[in-house]
């Protein structure tokens, strides 16, 4: 994947290619960008695509290790393991 300069909405400010949190910065706006469109809830076709757009974003950053993966669901029962828990389940 390819730096690019952004201007960040979160931030209020411009992010260039040369910052050494530019992988967080860019993680950020992602994120808050798609809380915006999901608190928006507009149907139309720019919105939606922006959505998919965004989490492809997501996708592709975890993918090469950009970011720390977060944690899946197990595939078998659709549940996860947080890690949190202090004893076995009843």
């Known amino acids: 994947m390819q730096r690019k300069n952004f201007n960040s909405r979160l ?3 411009n992010i ?4 050494l949190d530019y992988w967080n910065y860019l993680y950020a706006e992602s994120l808050f960008r798609l809380k915006q469109l999901d608190d928006l809830r ?3 076709s720019f919105c939606f695509a922006e959505r998919i757009r965004l989490q492809h974003l997501i996708n592709q ?3 090469e290790n950009y970011i720390p993966p977060s944690p ?3 595939k078998l029962s659709g ?3 947080c890690g949190r828990r202090l004893g076995p389940v009843a």
């Open 61 to 63: 950053m975890e993918d």
């Open 72 to 74: 899946k669901a197990n």
């Open 42 to 44: 507009c149907a139309c």
């Open 11 to 13: 931030f209020k400010k």
């Open 79 to 81: 549940k996860g393991d």
């Open 16 to 19: 260039k290619i040369d910052d």
